[in-house]
């Protein structure tokens, strides 16, 4: 009986001390409970803070945030224009400085031939060949060449960009050693790859108005074909001489179609700083795409499509250029992070 009482006892003992332990545990876990709930509510005020931080360190900013110009004012461009669509764009930065129905589209017209030009280029032609001009290459239009004289490929291409020569790209083409079909596929096909979804081409000239683009990728257009280097050294020739191979005793003087670059129309741009390309086609009206800089070396794009004359095409891409030199800062001029930081604030 004694040993019943004292197991009783001892069971009886340890219920009661597992009662008095989860008392224990009950009241003072709670506690230790409450104090894990408050750290999460500290990591939030944490990493808000670190954000903070970062997005005051302005070399932690994209790349085209950080060097983006600024515009010092809210003003517009006192000009005339006539032009139906433009865009001025930062090279470095692809910033948009300035446009006007930059999206709609527009016939390229010879604008065409810097995406011919490319296609070239990729292509494994020997530019010390020769070949001799066919009435196939002839378009009537073009009097830099005669029919029956001979040139090193070398010569038409200068032809081709310098001139804007039609006959050239005919020329080019027909010794590509791919067909007019191929050729063209594969501007298309190039196009495409640099994302320029608006451009579409029919053929290699810019004389079919089925060459079509918008203004925006015109700009991206120009920026991709002048890193060929000798895309953007031939756009840099103010005049070339022709001399046929079959005729030394003739040579013809070819002017750039460029008339910035001439001179011919008034600029105080470096002419080593102008590269460009003009189209004309009676659908496209006159349309200029050119890469200019200022004195302090800062290199913007211009596009101008549809202006109503040869003339309005260069000086109104002049205007919008000085007008937009004037009007924004860059990076390192005076008053730069002054201008940012409050447009920042607004």
């Known amino acids: 009986m004694s040993e019943k009482l004292f197991n009783f006892f001892s069971s009886f003992g340890i219920m009661v001390l597992g009662v008095f332990l989860i008392f224990i545990f009950t009241v003072s876990f709670p506690a230790v409970r409450k104090s894990f709930n408050k750290f999460p509510q500290a990591g939030p005020r944490e990493k808000i803070q670190v954000q903070q931080a970062v997005s005051r360190q302005t070399n932690s900013w994209p790349t085209s945030l950080l060097l983006a110009p600024v515009a010092k004012d809210s003003g517009v461009c006192a000009a005339t224009f006539t032009l139906f669509s433009s865009i001025v764009i930062d090279e470095r930065t692809g910033t948009i400085l300035f446009e006007k129905n930059s999206k709609n589209i527009r016939a390229l017209a010879s604008i065409t031939k810097l995406m011919s030009a490319m296609v070239l280029l990729d292509l494994p032609i020997n530019w010390s060949s020769t070949t001799t001009i066919t009435e196939a290459d002839d378009d009537s239009s073009s009097h830099q060449f005669k029919i029956g004289e001979e040139y090193y490929f070398s010569d038409i291409w200068n032809v081709a960009l310098v001139g804007s020569s039609n006959s050239a790209v005919r020329a080019l083409v027909r010794n590509s050693g791919i067909s007019m079909e191929q050729f063209v596929a594969r501007m298309n096909e190039k196009a495409n790859k640099l994302n320029l979804t608006s451009l579409r081409f029919v053929e290699p000239t810019g004389l079919d108005s089925g060459n079509v683009g918008n203004a925006t990728d015109v700009a991206q257009l120009l920026k991709e074909a002048v890193r060929f280097e000798k895309i953007n050294r031939t756009l840099r020739m103010p005049q070339y001489i022709l001399v046929p ?59 101008v499509l549809g202006a109503n004359s040869n003339e309005s095409r260069f000086s109104e891409a002049r205007d919008l250029a000085r007008w937009i030199f004037s009007r924004y800062l860059w990076p390192e001029e005076e008053g730069y992070g002054q201008v940012s930081e409050q447009q920042r604030v607004d």
């Open 245 to 303: 191979l079959n005729q030394k005793n003739e040579s013809h003087q070819v002017w750039s179609t460029n008339w910035l670059l001439t001179k011919w129309i008034p600029n105080n741009f470096n002419q080593e700083d102008i590269v460009g390309k003009t189209g004309f086609i009676n659908d496209s009206r006159y349309n200029f795409v050119v890469r200019l800089m200022d004195q302090r070396r800062h290199p913007i794009i211009v596009v």
